[in-house]
């Protein structure tokens, strides 16, 4: 539930600019990606002065991270400016780095205003979670597809179009989903910041397998995160839903482009989100 994530989202401090988080095992081998994205961020933003947000992050992993045990991050105060922060995070696990990220910080300021348009879907209300259809679905979905969707996760993730998730005989590339905390996590935008980088690797690299028939849990495939960016351009709140579109402009080379925009209910472009995928098919 979201408590267990704001839980480990809590990094021990261990010395200054040094931090210790854990991992709760969702029945993967490896550390969810969304998860240490979302601790580094909170490691960076605890050197950064009050009233400083994040607008940006560029994060590479370089190693599949151990649920059992515990992940150091490291912060290097690159800059402090008048306007900016800059941090760089290390994130290792039994003497090897996993994760490297690059975070900046910015002040609150006005300037110029434009964004692009919402596109017209159904609100979350009226789409399926649990009723028949839902249900449905579900049992004719793999056995894998099954588990993830029944399991209870701390964000709440309603697609626009369920089916797509199953479909086998369209290719498309470019999908939506509405996704929210599933409780209150308050108006703190640190904490909303790193909930938010957590989601947003939960269902992006799905659009680059959507446009092929296949997904995560095809055993014909290895599914992997490469690198995640993010943009952070207005407010917002987790708690509150969000619609997450997704696109998948490439692939190429067992790599699958993505690229994302979150809004919230109004309309507002809340954050930018863009990733590649390792998409490389199995020999056996």
Request: hydrophobic share 40%; glycine share 8%; net charge negative.
């Amino acid at each position: 539930m979201i408590t267990d994530l704001l839980s480990i989202l809590d990094l021990e401090p261990l010395e200054h600019n040094l931090f210790r988080g854990r991992s709760f095992d969702p029945g993967w081998q490896r550390v969810f990606g969304g998860q240490v994205i979302g601790q580094a961020l909170v490691a960076a933003s605890r050197t950064v002065v009050v009233d400083r947000p994040v607008h940006s992050l560029h994060g590479y992993f370089l190693r599949p991270g151990d649920p059992a045990a515990p992940i150091i991050y490291a912060v290097e105060r690159v800059r402090d400016g008048g306007s900016f922060s800059t941090r760089r995070v290390v994130a290792t696990q039994h003497g090897q780095t996993t994760f490297i990220m690059s975070a900046s910080f910015h002040i609150r300021e006005e300037g110029l205003e434009h964004q692009i348009a919402m596109p017209d879907v159904p609100g979350p209300e009226d789409l399926p979670v649990d009723d028949e259809q839902g249900v449905a679905l579900l049992e004719g979905a793999p056995a894998g597809v099954r588990r993830y969707w029944e399991r209870l996760r701390p964000i709440e993730l309603r697609p626009v179009d369920l089916k797509s998730y199953f479909r086998r005989d369209e290719a498309r590339n470019s999908h939506a989903i509405w996704i929210r905390a599933r409780t209150s996590i308050g108006d703190d935008a640190v904490l909303n910041s790193c909930v938010l980088a957590y989601a947003s690797d939960l269902t992006l690299l799905d659009t680059t397998l959507m446009a092929h028939g296949r997904s995560a849990f095809d055993p014909g495939l290895q599914v992997a995160s490469l690198d995640h960016a993010m943009w952070f351009h207005r407010p917002f709140r987790m708690d509150d839903w969000l619609l997450y579109v997704e696109d998948s402009p490439s692939a190429h080379g067992a790599l699958g482009f993505n690229r994302g925009s979150l809004f919230d209910r109004k309309g507002v472009l809340v954050a930018s989100v863009a990733q590649e995928g390792l998409v490389r098919p199995v020999t056996r």
